[in-house]
């Protein structure tokens, strides 16, 4: 979908680099310090480029060359089957010989598979390779964390239909940080990580230097994680869930904003004004960088990523997601509250809003987020 990009590197710098990472990596530990002397380190560059040098090279010898051949067997099955139960008739046969290989998508980021067909046997297949195991490759599935929209079979030893399921009963399949509707195949981000510590944990409060001026840049980063191409394009996603995934962008945000400044007011307590300031200038941010990630997903292929929708919506979307957030902390925001309703009262598309934004800002698709402590 996105177009790649290359660089020229000397052959030197590279070797520079990995002798860096595998020979030069050193831990603290309390107040002491280690040489790293054995293994890759945990969650370097390194260490995912090789895992995915390895796992491709696994994909190309073992993975696609099987489900090529399951592939291969299940059309002739099929083709035998329809010639037996047709009529004798040229036609018919001719009919019956118009059968395509079936078609399938596999994505893998790093050591994480995404295996998508409409032949149920083809992903059956798939599941049991990977279940069983590649011993060639000492690639083993994690029993615990597989993820499947369809009955894979008792006789595989594991329970059916293992997927998210939300309020309103639509089934969801977990992958690499993404919700992905099993049924439109739309696509939202999965927030499920953020539910197991309160929200401060994951965030670093700088108290030095201009705290105002570091809490103005915070906010805009905690928009750019959610933000990709793929939660915004119309060839993936309904109106109606485009707007839903900048929503949440923006719970999630007005949530974090809300830590920042609890964690912040113990050395400083900025006026509303300027909090109201940051707020409105990370709404008019957020439209810019999803057009700036849009345009940047243009390349020399066929496809190009769809973006309908107007600043306004944005901007309209952001004030809603911040007063239902900080309305939850009102003693602690009680002038910056009224603040945001003056601007929200006065914006154009409040009592006029479409069903598109009106499913955005419903609770109820957003429930997992709501569970989140902050």
Same mark, same amino acid.
């Given at each position: 979908?996105?177009?790649?990009?290359?660089?020229?590197?000397?052959?030197?710098?590279?070797?520079?680099?990995?002798?860096?990472?595998?020979?030069?990596?050193?831990?603290?530990?309390?107040?002491?310090?280690?040489?790293?002397?054995?293994?890759?380190?945990?969650? $370097?560059? @390194?260490?995912?480029?090789? +895992?995915? /040098?390895?796992?491709?090279?696994?994909?190309?010898?073992?993975? *696609?060359?099987? =489900?090529?051949?399951?592939?291969?067997?299940?059309?002739?099955?099929?083709?035998?089957?329809?010639?037996?139960?047709?009529?004798?008739?040229?036609?018919?046969?001719?009919?019956?010989?118009?059968?395509?290989?079936?078609?399938?998508?596999?994505?893998?980021?790093?050591?994480?598979?995404?295996?998508?067909?409409?032949?149920?046997?083809?992903?059956?297949?798939?599941?049991?390779?990977?279940?069983?195991?590649?011993?060639?490759?000492?690639?083993?599935?994690?029993?615990?964390?597989?993820?499947?929209?369809?009955?894979?079979?008792?006789?595989?030893?594991?329970?059916?239909?293992?997927?998210?399921?939300?309020?309103?009963?639509?089934?969801?399949?977990?992958? $690499?940080? @993404?919700?992905?509707?099993? +049924?439109? /195949?739309?696509?939202?981000?999965?927030?499920?990580?953020?539910? *197991?510590?309160? =929200?401060?944990?994951?965030?670093?409060?700088?108290?030095?230097?201009?705290?105002?001026?570091?809490?103005?840049?915070?906010?805009?980063?905690?928009?750019?994680?959610?933000?990709?191409?793929?939660?915004?394009?119309?060839?993936?996603?309904?109106?109606?869930?485009?707007?839903?995934?900048?929503?949440?962008?923006?719970?999630?945000?007005?949530?974090?904003?809300?830590?920042?400044?609890?964690?912040?007011?113990?050395?400083?307590?900025?006026?509303?004004?300027?909090?109201?300031?940051?707020?409105?200038?990370?709404?008019?941010?957020?439209?810019?960088?999803?057009?700036?990630?849009?345009?940047?997903?243009?390349?020399?292929?066929?496809?190009?990523?769809?973006?309908?929708?107007?600043?306004?919506?944005?901007?309209? /979307?952001?004030?809603?997601?911040?007063?239902?957030?900080?309305?939850?902390?009102?003693?602690?925001?009680?002038?910056?509250?009224?603040?945001?309703?003056?601007?929200?009262?006065?914006?154009?598309?409040?009592?006029?809003?479409?069903?598109?934004?009106?499913?955005?800002?419903?609770?109820?698709?957003?429930?997992?987020?709501?569970?989140?402590?902050?």
């Amino acid at each position: 979908m996105f177009q790649g990009c290359s660089r020229l590197v000397k052959k030197e710098d590279i070797c520079f680099n990995l002798k860096e990472h595998l020979k030069q990596n050193v831990v603290q530990f309390d107040k002491n310090f280690y040489l790293q002397i054995k293994g890759i380190p945990q969650g $370097s560059v @390194l260490s995912s480029l090789l +895992c995915s /040098l390895y796992y491709g090279h696994m994909e190309r010898n073992l993975i *696609i060359p099987l =489900l090529e051949r399951v592939s291969k067997d299940i059309t002739e099955d099929l083709l035998t089957q329809q010639i037996s139960s047709s009529a004798s008739t040229m036609q018919n046969l001719r009919d019956v010989a118009v059968i395509a290989p079936l078609r399938y998508l596999l994505l893998r980021f790093i050591d994480d598979f995404l295996f998508i067909s409409m032949s149920k046997a083809l992903a059956a297949a798939f599941f049991s390779m990977l279940k069983g195991g590649i011993p060639d490759y000492n690639c083993y599935m994690n029993h615990e964390k597989f993820c499947s929209n369809f009955d894979i079979g008792h006789q595989l030893g594991h329970p059916s239909n293992r997927v998210c399921v939300s309020e309103k009963g639509i089934p969801y399949i977990c992958w $690499s940080g @993404l919700l992905i509707n099993s +049924c439109t /195949l739309e696509v939202q981000a999965d927030y499920s990580r953020y539910l *197991i510590n309160h =929200l401060r944990s994951a965030l670093t409060v700088r108290w030095q230097d201009r705290p105002g001026h570091n809490l103005k840049r915070k906010v805009c980063d905690f928009l750019r994680p959610k933000c990709h191409t793929i939660f915004f394009d119309s060839n993936i996603n309904s109106a109606a869930v485009v707007r839903l995934n900048i929503y949440q962008a923006f719970l999630l945000c007005a949530m974090k904003f809300h830590c920042y400044v609890s964690e912040l007011s113990y050395i400083c307590k900025l006026r509303a004004q300027f909090y109201l300031k940051i707020i409105m200038r990370s709404l008019r941010y957020m439209y810019r960088l999803i057009r700036r990630r849009m345009h940047s997903s243009y390349g020399g292929h066929n496809f190009r990523p769809i973006l309908n929708l107007q600043d306004q919506e944005v901007k309209w /979307l952001g004030l809603h997601a911040y007063i239902q957030v900080l309305k939850m902390k009102q003693s602690r925001h009680k002038v910056l509250l009224s603040l945001l309703n003056s601007k929200y009262c006065a914006h154009k598309l409040t009592g006029n809003t479409s069903s598109d934004l009106n499913y955005a800002i419903e609770r109820s698709n957003s429930s997992s987020l709501w569970r989140i402590k902050y």
